[in-house]
T-cell receptor, first 113, second 114 residues
């Protein structure tokens, strides 16, 4: 069974631009969560989507948004990029009910110049 | 507020020695817990989880963890460390009320000396 895939793996943008990251969950999984990982703040929860609905949201500004499609694939978008948005963005895939295993993708490394 | 503490930022052990990584959480509800491992530049690999039932759980790569409700702890152990275990380890906690949202500890970097 294929694992969680994230595209692109690396991305370089400049301040003020916007970016879209994609996550394809494991087949059959309906929940996708997104996390931001930085050396200073560690791993922080962005949001979770389940059956195309946002189920939970972390404490990030409105510039960070996401969506989920009917095939469970998810995208997250960051508008008006800031230098501080440079991070590894990870998505996690799960069947859906809380407490089930969550499997992470390899991440997208975003660098904002 | 919910929080997860991994008291040790770095740990160095000799190859073949035993290992224990500590994790303490602060939650008002009954949590479910995970341990993940991350190699440099990679995503997170799930080692094991606790949801309910037996408080001693077995995971992959010879790891185990014990959930102690009275101490709010979920420590990770391995009886004999291999050089390939060198990586960063994260404890993560969730509660049913918040779906699949996980709160992560700051991580413990494990160094293995030969």
């Amino acid at each position: 069974k294929a694992g969680v895939t994230q595209t692109p793996r690396y991305l370089i943008k400049t301040r003020g631009q916007q970016v879209t990251l994609s996550c394809s969950p494991i087949s059959g999984h309906r929940s996708v969560s997104w996390y931001q990982q930085t050396p200073g703040q560690g791993l922080q929860f962005l949001f979770e989507y389940f059956s195309e609905t946002q189920r939970n949201k972390g404490n990030f500004p409105g510039r960070f948004s996401g969506r989920q499609f009917s095939n469970s694939r998810s995208e997250m978008n960051v508008s008006t990029l800031e230098l501080g948005d440079s991070a590894l963005y990870l998505c996690a895939s799960s069947f859906g009910p809380p407490g089930n295993e969550q499997f992470f993708g390899p991440g997208t490394r975003l660098t904002v110049l | 507020a919910q929080s997860v503490t991994q008291p040790d930022i770095h740990i160095t052990v000799s190859e073949g020695a035993s290992l224990e990584l500590r994790c303490n959480y602060s939650y008002g509800a009954t949590p479910y817990l995970f341990w993940y491992v991350q190699s440099p530049g990679q995503g997170l690999q799930l080692l094991l989880k606790y949801f309910s039932g037996d408080t001693l759980v077995q995971g992959i790569k010879g790891f185990e963890a014990e959930f102690k409700r009275s101490q709010s702890s979920f420590n990770l152990r391995k009886p004999s460390v291999h050089w390939s275990d060198a990586a960063e380890y994260f404890c993560a906690v969730g509660v049913m009320e918040y779906g699949n949202k996980l709160v992560f500890g700051a991580g413990t970097i494990l160094r293995v000396k030969s």
